[in-house]
């Protein structure tokens, strides 16, 4: 099937649109960022961005999405190539690191939830209530086979996931910091699971 140009350069400039409002949201937060700032990052017209959100709430929910979009892909990677319950959390924790420091970030720390319009909110949550448990999944799929030591899975989702979520409100794009983050953080943060 033939790709469609106006669809490729649509989702491409939605894409860095996403990006952009992300930093801008993790630098300033919701009440402090207007689509005038995410416009005046990526030097585009109000009218622009305007092509692509109908507002600030809007813009928020579509960041969130995203997120939660690329932690997904990031577990089912991770799940794939993972042969055991502490290789798919180890892997998990990299891949999703990688992401957040990487070309696809910055994502957006889903910080203002209750910001969001009910409909978007409950969406929201709930995408997020499914991580969670996919990654506790995960969890109880180590313990069933050893390789990681019986823990309370929910407070251990809870503790490991909320380090690599509050990554880009520090991280702010330095190539070598990065490298850094890719090597150290998935064996700190996976270092207690280790039988």
């Known amino acids: 099937m033939a790709t469609n140009p106006a669809e490729t350069r649509f989702e491409s400039q939605r894409h860095r649109i996403l990006k952009a409002a992300a930093t801008c949201f993790n630098e300033k937060g919701f ?7 995410v416009s005046r990052h990526l030097g585009l017209t109000d009218a622009a961005l305007y092509y692509y959100v109908k507002n600030k709430e809007e813009l928020v929910y579509q960041c969130y999405l995203r ?58 949550l709930e ?5 969670s448990a996919g990654f506790e999944e995960i969890l ?19 503790a490991v996931m909320g380090s690599i979520n509050w990554i880009p409100k520090w991280f702010h794009g330095k190539a070598s910091m990065a490298r850094e983050i890719c090597r150290e953080f998935p064996a700190i943060l996976t270092k207690g699971l280790k039988v």
């Open 140 to 158: 109880s799929r180590g313990i069933d086979d050893g390789s990681i030591t019986p823990c309370d899975v929910r407070m251990t989702g809870n």
């Open 127 to 131: 995408v997020s209530r499914q991580h």
């Open 67 to 124: 997120a939660a979009e690329l932690g997904r892909e990031a577990m089912d990677r991770a799940v794939r190539d993972g042969a055991s319950g502490f290789d798919q959390a180890y892997l998990y924790v990299k891949y999703h690191i990688e992401i957040m420091v990487g070309d696809e970030g910055p994502v957006a720390i889903m910080s203002e939830i209750p910001s969001l319009k009910r409909t978007h909110r409950n969406e929201i």
């Open 31 to 37: 009440s402090g960022t207007s689509l005038k700032d």
